[in-house]
Protein backbone atom coordinates (compact mmCIF):
# COMPACT_ATOMS: atom_id res chain seq x y z
CA UNK A 1 0.00 0.00 0.00
CA UNK A 2 1.25 3.31 -0.67
CA UNK A 3 2.09 5.55 2.10
CA UNK A 4 3.25 9.05 2.17
CA UNK A 5 4.67 10.24 5.60
CA UNK A 6 5.79 14.47 5.88
CA UNK A 7 7.52 15.76 8.70
CA UNK A 8 10.03 18.68 9.03
CA UNK A 9 7.30 21.27 9.95
CA UNK A 10 7.44 23.33 13.83
CA UNK A 11 6.72 26.82 14.36
CA UNK A 12 9.44 29.53 12.71
CA UNK A 13 10.12 32.70 13.30
CA UNK A 14 9.36 34.76 10.50
CA UNK A 15 12.16 34.90 7.93
CA UNK A 16 13.39 31.78 9.35
CA UNK A 17 13.41 28.54 6.88
CA UNK A 18 11.93 25.02 7.71
CA UNK A 19 13.03 21.86 5.39
CA UNK A 20 9.87 19.23 4.83
CA UNK A 21 10.21 15.69 3.86
CA UNK A 22 8.17 13.38 2.55
CA UNK A 23 8.90 9.61 2.98
CA UNK A 24 7.13 7.36 0.30
CA UNK A 25 6.59 3.54 0.56
CA UNK A 26 4.84 1.27 -1.47
CA UNK A 27 6.66 2.94 -4.41
CA UNK A 28 9.86 2.99 -5.81
CA UNK A 29 10.00 7.21 -5.63
CA UNK A 30 11.76 7.57 -8.97
CA UNK A 31 8.88 6.70 -10.94
CA UNK A 32 6.17 8.97 -9.40
CA UNK A 33 5.62 12.74 -9.57
CA UNK A 34 4.91 14.03 -6.21
CA UNK A 35 3.09 17.31 -5.68
CA UNK A 36 3.20 20.44 -2.21
CA UNK A 37 0.20 21.77 -1.70
CA UNK A 38 -1.03 23.50 1.46
CA UNK A 39 -4.31 24.26 3.48
CA UNK A 40 -4.22 27.30 5.54
CA UNK A 41 -6.70 27.73 8.38
CA UNK A 42 -10.68 28.26 6.68
CA UNK A 43 -8.51 28.63 3.11
CA UNK A 44 -8.55 25.81 0.72
CA UNK A 45 -5.51 23.60 -0.45
CA UNK A 46 -3.73 24.86 -2.88
CA UNK A 47 -0.83 23.71 -4.67
CA UNK A 48 2.66 24.98 -4.08
CA UNK A 49 5.05 22.86 -6.28
CA UNK A 50 4.55 19.95 -8.55
CA UNK A 51 6.10 18.87 -11.90
CA UNK A 52 4.30 21.16 -14.59
CA UNK A 53 3.77 18.84 -17.53
CA UNK A 54 2.99 22.22 -19.56
CA UNK A 55 6.99 22.37 -19.93
CA UNK A 56 8.42 19.88 -17.94
CA UNK A 57 9.88 22.12 -15.43
CA UNK A 58 8.99 22.74 -11.39
CA UNK A 59 5.86 24.58 -10.68
CA UNK A 60 5.75 27.13 -8.07
CA UNK A 61 2.63 29.14 -6.57
CA UNK A 62 3.70 32.93 -7.50
CA UNK A 63 3.74 33.77 -3.56
CA UNK A 64 6.31 31.06 -3.35
CA UNK A 65 8.53 31.90 -6.06
CA UNK A 66 12.23 32.21 -5.31
CA UNK A 67 11.79 31.32 -1.55
CA UNK A 68 10.70 27.59 -1.81
CA UNK A 69 12.69 24.99 -3.76
CA UNK A 70 11.46 21.13 -3.83
CA UNK A 71 14.25 18.81 -4.94
CA UNK A 72 13.99 14.15 -4.52
CA UNK A 73 16.70 12.02 -3.38
CA UNK A 74 15.69 8.95 -4.82
CA UNK A 75 17.55 6.57 -3.12
CA UNK A 76 16.43 7.52 0.29
CA UNK A 77 13.15 7.81 -1.45
CA UNK A 78 12.11 10.73 0.04
CA UNK A 79 11.56 14.16 -1.44
CA UNK A 80 11.52 17.55 0.27
CA UNK A 81 10.05 21.48 0.16
CA UNK A 82 13.11 23.79 1.44
CA UNK A 83 10.93 26.64 2.71
CA UNK A 84 13.37 29.98 3.13
CA UNK A 85 12.56 33.67 4.03
CA UNK A 86 9.11 32.05 5.26
CA UNK A 87 5.95 34.56 6.24
CA UNK A 88 3.40 34.58 8.44
CA UNK A 89 1.10 34.01 5.59
CA UNK A 90 2.40 30.17 4.70
CA UNK A 91 1.12 28.84 8.15
CA UNK A 92 -0.39 25.75 6.92
CA UNK A 93 -0.39 21.99 6.88
CA UNK A 94 1.62 21.28 4.26
CA UNK A 95 0.97 17.89 2.04
CA UNK A 96 2.86 15.45 -0.20
CA UNK A 97 0.65 13.80 -2.88
CA UNK A 98 0.79 11.55 -5.69
CA UNK A 99 -1.33 12.31 -8.94
CA UNK A 100 -3.79 10.31 -10.36
CA UNK A 101 -5.10 11.81 -13.99
CA UNK A 102 -4.68 14.86 -15.88
CA UNK A 103 -6.95 17.53 -15.01
CA UNK A 104 -6.04 21.27 -16.05
CA UNK A 105 -8.40 22.89 -13.36
CA UNK A 106 -11.03 22.03 -10.60
CA UNK A 107 -9.64 20.97 -7.02
CA UNK A 108 -6.40 19.28 -6.12
CA UNK A 109 -4.96 20.15 -9.37
CA UNK A 110 -1.52 21.11 -9.84
CA UNK A 111 0.76 21.48 -13.03
CA UNK A 112 -1.90 19.89 -15.14
CA UNK A 113 -2.51 16.92 -12.97
CA UNK A 114 -5.60 15.80 -10.24
CA UNK A 115 -3.80 14.84 -6.87
CA UNK A 116 -5.81 12.25 -4.63
CA UNK A 117 -2.85 10.56 -2.44
CA UNK A 118 -1.82 12.02 0.65
CA UNK A 119 0.21 11.87 3.38
CA UNK A 120 -0.99 13.09 7.11
CA UNK A 121 0.45 16.24 6.20
CA UNK A 122 2.73 18.71 8.77
CA UNK A 123 1.80 21.77 10.36
CA UNK A 124 3.72 25.11 9.42
CA UNK A 125 3.51 27.81 11.66
CA UNK A 126 5.33 31.55 11.10
CA UNK A 127 4.98 33.86 13.88
CA UNK A 128 6.65 36.04 16.13
Known amino acids: QVQLVESGGGLVQPGGSLRLSCAAS????????IGWFRQAPGKEREGVSC????????YYLDSVKGRFTATRDNAKNTVYLQLNSLKPEDTAVYYC?????????????????????WGQGTQVTVSS
Open 97 to 117: AIPSEVATTGWDTCGGFRYDT
Open 26 to 33: GITLDYYQ
Open 51 to 58: FNSNDGTT
